[in-house]
């Protein structure tokens, strides 16, 4: 054979993703999804914030914001609990495995469509992982333990490896004992002694009266559920409790339990700070991200006046990134700190629950907007809220914005490029009008004269629906993390819910984080 006979075959090609096209983001599926061969034959029932038996099952986020979150407390007995029955010291799991892989995703379980669309493309880039870790708010609306089987093991049953997860507000509202009893494999009651501290101690007996406890469910239903759905050996496994870590010779991992209002106790940050000692590379999970929205959320610690960013951008703690849920999107925020170091701040809660909208997020003066990423992209969030209000309102022809004169709108609003090629044409009036309407901030305005009307100042009681869908795209991604002795790939993968995108999901975004000095640099 010549040499010149001899043609190298040419890469793979990527499939497209939201940045590259309309048919990347899912806007023009050609064939839909099988997702929905996964889900229960009678159909999972959604939930609606208007009903009011869901608004009652939920009344712990209000009491807790009334009265005071008791979920330092509750969480302190139920650390006790495990300690009493044998957890791993420093509520630690060790990998011996310098090189492994996970995936990551937060904000999972509304067992609806948009929850089962994640499975199929998340089975197919996750097949070859470790294990998987959910990252806040496992089960919605309220932590049921009995919706933990259409909800988590139903949809997840084909997962080869173990599950870990910490804790968001929505699995406290019974009290986390669902949680409890699904990850940590323990029974306690998780009703709270009192109210302490000021007007609370004379009005504790309304609190008491008004907190939620959990609902029955045998030990028998449970473990028949588990066998029927996670039953292999490789998928069973009991983590140490509502926060741990897993190490690794190369980086490790640690979850924090931030409760309902984002706080944790003095217990979990003294244990924190145990876990974080060294100069091992870390990387944090929480309930609460730090960073989202362009805004600054370091965590309180109860009692103290130093807050869990202090404890993750400590130097001697050697943190690389910090990944938490509770918002239902995809954002990364690469913040340079002042000893040098660039920390990743991830939000990742686009695991299957609503959509949080992203056209709302401004012009980023935390980070340089050129490195800001987020998913879905401004323009396509502000087309799919503007479909919706049309919808709503019955007015789809004023509401209603295509992407590209969504994409439009954001562009002259916030004075960033657009993030999809498209002819740079000046958005219309209406075009305007909805964008201003539907909360995406101008350039010029004062953070505090943002009014993000109606999208973000109406209640999420009800929005939610107002912001969920049955048809693709649904903006849902999860992460992919690839740990080796020297750096981590975090790959953020989108998922449209179109069949061409079910077994090669879109990689939206990635980046690579160093874990040890390169020696060349030497």
């Not at 609990?81 to 509520?91: D, I, Q, S, V, Y």
């Not at 406890?213 to 039953?231: N, V």
């Not at 490195?371 to 789809?396: E, N, V």
Request: charged share 25%.
């Amino acid at each position: 054979m010549h040499a010149e006979d001899s043609v190298a075959p040419e890469p793979e090609r990527l499939p497209d993703n939201s940045r590259t096209s309309e048919e990347g983001a899912g806007w023009k599926c050609g064939r839909p999804g099988t997702f929905t061969e996964l889900m229960p034959d009678d159909n999972v029932p959604g939930f609606s914030w208007r009903r009011p038996a869901v608004l009652w099952r939920s009344r712990n986020d209000v009491v807790a914001r009334l009265f005071g979150d008791p979920s330092n407390a509750l969480r302190r007995r139920c650390v006790a609990a495990l300690g009493e029955r044998g957890a791993p010291a420093a509520f630690t799991v060790h990998k011996k495995e310098t090189e492994f892989s996970f995936v990551l995703m937060g904000d999972t379980g509304e067992g609806d469509r948009s929850q089962y669309a994640v499975v199929p493309p998340l089975l197919s880039a996750g097949k070859d992982t470790d294990f998987l870790v959910v990252a806040s708010d496992v089960i919605y609306p309220t932590g049921d333990t009995g919706d933990y089987e259409n909800k988590f093991f139903r949809p997840y049953r084909d997962y080869p490896g173990p599950i870990y997860a910490v804790p968001g507000n929505h699995d406290w509202y019974d009290g986390l004992r669902g949680f409890l009893r699904v990850f940590c494999d323990l029974d306690i009651d998780c009703t709270p002694d009192g109210w302490r501290g000021g007007w609370r101690s004379a009005l504790s007996f309304v609190p008491r009266l008004l907190w939620r406890r959990s609902g029955k469910f045998s030990d028998e239903q449970l473990a028949k559920i588990r066998a029927h759905y996670r039953g292999a050996a490789s998928q069973r496994n009991v983590q140490p409790g509502p926060y741990w870590a897993i190490d690794s010779p190369a980086l490790r991992i640690i979850g924090i339990d931030t409760g309902i209002t984002g706080s944790i106790d003095r217990d979990q940050a003294a244990w924190l700070r145990e876990v974080s000692a060294g100069p091992k590379p870390k990387m944090l999970v929480t309930g609460k991200p730090l960073y989202v929205d362009d805004q600054h959320r370091p965590g309180v610690i109860e009692g103290e006046t130093g807050t869990v960013d202090d404890i993750v951008r400590d130097p001697a703690h050697n943190y690389v990134a910090a990944i938490g849920g509770d918002i239902h999107n995809y954002q990364r925020y690469p913040m340079p700190l002042d000893d040098g170091r660039t920390m990743q701040y991830v939000v990742a809660g686009g695991g299957g629950a609503y959509m949080h909208a992203t056209h709302v997020i401004p012009k980023t003066i935390g980070v340089e907007e050129d490195t800001f990423r987020c998913y879905p992209l401004r323009g396509d969030s502000l087309s799919r809220y503007s479909q919706l209000y049309g919808r709503w309102f019955h007015l789809p022809k004023l509401f209603s914005l295509t992407p590209e004169e969504a994409t439009a709108a954001v562009v002259h609003r916030l004075g960033i490029k657009p993030g999809r090629g498209y002819n740079g044409h000046a958005p219309s009036r209406r075009a305007r009008f909805v964008a201003a309407v539907l909360g995406v901030p101008h350039v010029k305005w004062r953070r505090t004269r943002y009014t993000r009307l109606p999208v973000r100042k109406v209640p999420q009681r009800f929005r939610s629906e107002l912001a969920d869908w049955d048809r693709p795209p649904f903006f849902k991604s999860f992460l992919r993390l690839d740990v080796t002795g020297d750096e981590l790939r975090i790959r953020n993968f989108g998922v449209s819910g179109c069949g061409d995108h079910e077994h090669r999901p879109p990689i939206e975004d990635e980046f690579v984080i160093r874990l040890r000095p390169d020696r060349s640099d030497s």
